[in-house]
């Protein structure tokens, strides 16, 4: 039998003899520009990125089997490269600037080819500076031709929004840098109290002091009544959300105008959610019905049925959901962590009429906890096997400086590679030593959580785990993908401030 896939790649080898074939290559490959767009936040416009197809769809669809070949075309007046999130590509196409290849200069285009090795739900975003804070991302979806096809699949993309540039951002959170250098002691206790955010940028530092110090306490206040929904613990309240957002999105839209997608009643649905966003983790709410946990970061996991799950930055679930009989609404909400604030989309069969969802909840939100993370199961396990090598990796770092770093190291271009060799088991030893959580991202593999807080066992297997503050998790791959690879805090200004690291194998 002739898969998809090896008829393509006859005609690819068939085409530098057949000039008619080129066409054909032509056809199989998808374009994807890098442009500017308008977005309406709140009532304002603003100038944020896009990363869409001809057709104006954004990101790309795809059916497993065919390989991976797209053009990138950045359309942009400035350099950009688009990393293809969850992928194991060759190292050389991975998109990660300075390690995979230089950056694509404004005007430019990139070729990327290289065959799929599994379905799921994946996203796209700029590795370039700071460029996915603007919205620079986008859906990578590769569908199972078999698999779910009873199920209307519903792709919903989480970012968070600021009108303030990310270079302002990053600059505010890290203006007390300078202080300490100086012998400043200031910004170490606004750092147990409460996250900073770009409201306080403004402000000259013993007035952000204090109004942070008010604000820290009514938050605990608040924090002493509130249902902490999947185990979260006093003080993993500690540091949460950096940067105070203007708003949070779901597909590109506020709660307060939501996108609502057409179902039909008594419909099943597979959810392919993404935490798109660059800094913010959420809480997903299913409302009545129980939703089936069928995936995490593209990889299947046996079954957990919840009405509420949380997902980290740059996480994805898929998520089994059979809709009510009645001709009713069903809205989804997803709501910050450790915040009111929430976005959500509606699921609305004709007829249903769609309420005005406010974009609070009754409840702060608990912050994310590793609880279901030790509950889960990988549907395929990496082979048993024991590690050849081990590391031990600190998070480290801290708020006020807003230092991070991998084992007290911030990275920057002449920082050695950890080494590995081709075909070991690699194990990862990641301990929090901060007061932050983060959500941990490796380039090029997929990995299994093998052990959280000394307990051993077979857990999911995905390309993104979070952390919160003092826990410890150990995740094990296999180097079967050679090259220079990037392992690093998925929260773009951590990353950004040096809590990075890289792998190198030949
Ligand atoms: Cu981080």
């Known amino acids: 039998m002739i898969t998809r896939r090896r008829l393509i790649q006859s005609a690819a080898a068939l085409a530098a003899v057949r000039p008619e074939f080129l066409r054909a290559q032509e056809v199989e490959r998808t374009i994807l520009k890098l442009q500017r767009r308008t977005l309406e936040v709140n009532g304002k416009a603003a100038s944020v990125y896009a990363i869409r197809q001809p057709n104006g769809q954004e990101g790309l669809s795809m059916e497993f089997g065919a390989p991976f070949n797209v053009r990138v075309v950045n ?34 285009t990139a070729d990327y080819n290289f065959p799929q090795t599994f379905g799921g739900t994946y996203w796209m975003h700029s590795h370039y500076g700071l460029q996915e804070q603007q919205l620079l991302t986008a859906p990578l979806i590769i569908r199972y031709p078999k698999k779910y096809r009873e199920f209307q699949e519903v792709v919903v993309m989480l970012s968070d929004f600021s009108f303030t540039s990310p270079q302002e951002i990053y600059a505010s959170l890290t203006k007390n840098r300078n202080q300490k250098a100086a012998g400043g002691d200031a910004g170490k206790d606004m750092n147990m109290e409460m996250p900073m955010g770009h409201d ?5 530092h013993d007035e952000a002091h204090e109004s942070i110090k008010d604000q820290g306490h009514a938050m605990s206040m608040e924090h002493s009544g509130m249902d902490m929904g999947e185990g979260g613990d006093a003080h993993s309240m500690a540091d949460l959300n950096d940067v105070a957002y203007d708003a949070f999105l779901a597909n590109n839209r506020t709660l307060a105008d939501p996108e609502v997608i057409a179902v039909e009643k008594g419909g099943r649905i ?3 959610l993404i935490n798109g966003a660059t800094m913010s ?19 299947e996991i046996l079954p957990v049925r919840s009405r509420s799950f949380p997902i980290a930055t740059g996480q994805r679930l898929d998520i089994l959901l059979d809709l009510p009989a009645q001709t009713v609404a069903s809205p989804i909400f997803f709501q910050l962590e450790g915040d009111r604030k929430r976005t959500g989309v509606v699921l609305a069969p004709p007829g249903a009429t769609i309420e005005r969802y406010p974009e609070t909840a009754s409840g702060i939100a608990p912050a994310l906890t590793m609880e279901l993370e030790g509950r889960l199961q990988a549907a395929w396990p990496l082979a048993s096997r024991s ?5 031990k990796l600190d998070l480290t770092g801290d708020m006020a400086s807003y230092i991070w770093s991998i084992n007290n190291i911030v990275w920057n271009e002449s920082t050695p ?5 081709r075909g070991e088991r690699v194990e990862l030893e990641l301990t929090n030593k901060t007061m932050m959580a983060h959500p941990m991202h490796l380039h090029g593999h997929r990995f299994q959580v093998v052990e959280i807080d000394g307990r051993r066992f077979s857990g999911a297997v995905r390309d993104t785990i979070h952390i919160p503050p003092g826990k410890r998790a150990v995740v094990a791959f296999d180097a079967d993908n050679p090259g220079h ?19 190198r194998y030949s």
């Open 270 to 272: 597979l959810m392919r």
């Open 417 to 421: 590679p950890f080494s590995i060799a």
């Open 387 to 391: 590690a050849d090598r081990r590391y």
């Open 281 to 299: 983790n959420f809480h997903v709410n299913l409302g009545e019905s129980e939703g089936v946990l069928v995936a995490v970061d593209g990889q």
């Open 485 to 503: 690879w990037a392992f690093h805090c998925h929260l773009a200004y951590h990353m950004h401030a040096g809590m990075f690291a890289t792998f």
């Open 75 to 108: 359309e942009l007046n400035e350099p950009s490269l688009i990393h293809w999130h969850g992928l194991t590509p060759p190292s050389q196409q991975d998109g990660v600037p300075g390690l995979s290849g230089p950056a694509i200069p404004a005007g430019a």
């Open 200 to 204: 306080h940028m403004m402000m000259d």
